[in-house]
């Protein structure tokens, strides 16, 4: 009877065992289809002021107080960052960011992750940092995506623009 | 439909409950531990935790390094506590969601259980959030997976706003003060776990917060075989796929199918369902009842939707239970006047026969209304639980040809405290047990509670009532458990009280009105003592003194099988016999009965049918429980 009851208890325990050993690993993920890659995009940067500084007039530096004359007035507000991605010809990604901050004179983040099918692609990037005009950091690539692989392309201003990854 | 939700599981619990009872017993029963066993696991979380942090290291370059050494070079230590930890984790979630299911599906949220309910579910928070945080330590595959999944969902807040991530998808970025920093995480926020844990469990009287030790022992070996079957590793093999914990990452899994602010929509929805639940209807419709719970005499508050067990306890009354579950029937109690709400239980813990007789489950019982409750003590007052004594035969003297008085005397200058009419078993070498009752009040003086007196009635060809008339000598070592029972003397009431004592059924009426006495209570008092012959009445100058001191005491001796040379001139014939013809009218008056089961039972039906009211008559306790036999003196 003694012999049972333990039997029984082990059928009960095994399957709670087998419950914590099977959904601690299993099923397995993929962040992305079988037959797909990762695309990273991570941009930060601070983008150019909306407005050009400009000298003060005698009239206006009288106004201010002494400590306070500063002969240019800059104003603070960033531009907008507009970021585009071009996969095989086709915009899969365009997307504008407000600059951080109160007064808008922060960094403009953007990270966008998109999953893509693994092969060969063109990939064009492209930048405005301006309040205008046209895109001012282009950069394109021709890159073969092996499936489940993750390509992730930065932005450093100093380093010429985008950096794809060697 | 929420009903019926709650209905279906009520009734797959009991049943999966019922199975488990079948392999492990009521007591052992795992299902009905799941909260200590959540606890349990968070200190084996943290004892292992602490032996793997003494060789992790907080480094880019030695957390993967330090893990594997770990894993590998110590697998019989590093790598089964690695693997124990991993699963104790596992094993808390899965016994959290569980518990939190049950208390839903049962309906033990609402009300005053809000607090337990709000502070589980930011337990649960608390418990994912250093799990999640534990993942990113070894730095394999799925930790970068679980930092970058993790930093890209914060970074759908406005606060973060896409910068967080860029700290962890560049290798550059990850330096060693991240290791220094999750390492912290790691522990602070188990130690806020513990400490809520410890909040969470106040509001729930006399909660339980370790299992059995058979459960402990138990589960650290399946928790062991596990991490043997199947260790814990790090995932440093370039893969496609992730091997993943779901009870921790399901979340992090889902940002990769839906967009961030996706989950958190749908993170923050139902954890706002879950913290509101108590609030949200359907109501729950119930006042506050009141409990009259005896032997303590106390009338006690229960809360609407409180079990009558939480009740008690809540008010420190020792109701005994084990279980709190409706599966072990420790908790069984009589229900003396008011009706309950049942509650699910295992139908084999209470018959229909018991439940007819008004026996419940105050562990899942609720109250309808008022009510009147009455339990067997497992404790002594003053909330002493009942434990094994040991004691001294101090003198003994032979009362009548077959009964002995026995003083015990209590070793270690120990006293012990009990009620009225209660009794000791005494413990024979083998296991065996033999009941005598308390023939001296409580708490009288300082001496009483040292000191115990028995009345020993010899049963022929009893084992232990002939070893005391025949062997037992003063210095005698025994031991004995005690105080049991649950007859003892109602205070409060003012009806005249007729005792009703057959043989050494004497012993427990003598400590009774010896306690009446001391506390000078006024009410009338009538001892029917019932025996053969008129030499059975072995301290009958007591109960004349008695009578002689107390105006509001009278003492009647009944002799059923007086002979010629007996010279008797009293009353004759059976003891219940004498009251019912004394007393044409039972209604204003209590009766304590205490004799052979044989009396008792032919008291009862007749003293019930001559207007005794079921509340003032105690005899059906008698007659259920064995203790009663023993008082014509048990073999």
Known sequence: MKALRIAAQLALYAPLMAILAYFSTEPRFSVVAPDEALLRVSVIHATQRKAACRERSAEELAKLAPNMRAALDCPRERSPLLVELELDGRVVLRREVQPSGLRRDGNAALYERLALPAGRHRIVARLRDRAEGDFNYVAEQTLELAAGRTLLIDFNAARGGFVFPG | ?635
């Open chain 2, 1 to 635: 439909v929420l009903k019926r939700i709650q209905a279906v599981l009520q009734w797959c619990f009991t049943k999966v409950e019922g199975v488990f009872n079948l392999a492990f017993g009521e007591k052992l029963n795992p299902l009905y531990h799941i909260g200590p066993i959540s606890y349990y696991l968070m200190w084996l979380i943290v004892a292992s935790g602490l032996y793997l942090y003494a060789f992790f290291e907080t480094s880019v370059t030695g957390a993967s390094a330090s893990v594997e050494a770990l894993t590998h070079a110590q697998p019989w230590a590093g790598g089964v506590l690695r693997s124990v930890h991993r699963y104790a984790s596992d094993g808390v979630v899965l016994t959290m969601l569980l518990h939190m299911l049950r208390h839903w599906a049962f309906d033990h949220y609402r009300g005053f259980r809000w607090f337990s309910w709000v502070s589980g579910m930011v337990l649960l928070w608390l418990v994912y959030v250093a799990g999640i945080n534990g993942y990113m330590l070894p730095w394999d595959r799925l930790a970068r997976f679980t930092v970058v999944a993790t930093a890209e969902w914060l970074d759908w807040l406005p606060v973060f706003n896409g910068t967080l991530v860029r700290n962890f998808i560049f290798e550059e970025n990850v330096n060693d003060r991240l290791f220094s920093l999750l390492s912290f995480i790691h522990i602070g926020v188990p130690l806020a776990v513990l400490a809520l844990l410890w909040v969470h469990t106040q509001r729930v009287p006399q909660a339980r917060t370790s299992p059995p030790l058979p459960i402990m022992l138990t589960l650290t070996a399946a928790l062991i075989a596990l991490s043997v079957l199947k260790p814990a590793a790090s995932q440093l093999q370039e893969s496609a796929e992730l091997g993943f914990d779901w009870f921790y990452l399901a979340v992090l899994a889902l940002i990769y199918r839906w967009t961030p602010g996706e989950v958190w929509a749908l993170v923050a929805a139902g954890s706002a369902l879950l913290f509101l639940l108590p609030w949200l209807p359907p109501k729950k419709r119930g006042a506050e009842r009141y409990m009259l719970v005896r032997p303590d005499n106390r009338i006690i508050p229960v809360r609407a939707g409180d079990t009558l067990l939480d009740a008690a306890l809540r008010e420190g009354i020792a109701l005994p239970f084990d279980c709190r579950n409706g599966g072990c029937g420790e908790c069984k109690a009589t229900l003396r006047a008011g009706s309950v709400e049942f509650g699910p239980h295992q139908p084999g813990v209470l018959s229909e026969a018991e439940r007819a007789a008004g026996t419940i489950l105050p562990c899942v019982c609720t109250a309808r209304g008022d009510l009147e409750l009455e339990y067997s003590p497992a404790r002594a007052p003053g909330a002493a639980a009942v434990r094994a004594w040991s004691a001294t035969v101090e003198s003994m003297q032979r009362l009548s040809p077959d009964v002995m008085q026995v003083i015990l005397q209590l070793e270690g200058r120990e006293r012990i405290a009990f009620y009225a009419g209660q009794y000791i078993n005494i413990l024979l070498e083998d296991g065996a047990k033999r009941s005598f009752s308390f023939a001296t009040a409580p708490a009288l003086s300082g001496q009483m509670n040292e000191r115990i007196e028995l009345h020993i009635r010899r049963i022929p060809g009893g084992r232990y009532t002939t070893h005391v008339f025949e062997r037992m000598r003063p210095g005698e070592r025994l031991r004995f458990e005690g105080p049991l029972g649950s007859f003892f003397l109602r205070e409060d009431s003012d009806k005249p009280m007729i005792f009703v004592a057959g043989s050494t059924g004497f012993a427990p009426v003598k400590s009774m009105l010896e306690y009446a006495f001391s506390r000078g209570i006024a009410r009338r008092m009538i001892l029917y003592w019932g025996v053969r012959r008129p030499r059975d009445l072995y301290l009958r100058e007591l109960p004349e003194q008695w009578a002689r001191e107390h105006a509001n005491f009278t003492f009647v001796p009944v002799v059923s099988h007086a002979e010629g040379e007996d010279g008797w001139q009293g009353r004759s014939g059976f003891v219940h016999e004498a009251i019912l013809a004394d007393f044409p009218d039972l209604a204003g008056y209590q009766v304590y009965a205490c004799g052979s089961a044989a009396m008792v039972e032919a008291a009862h039906p007749a003293f019930k049918a001559q207007g005794l009211g079921p509340d003032d008559c105690f005899a059906d306790a008698f007659v259920q429980r064995p203790e009663m036999v023993r008082l014509g003196g048990a073999a």
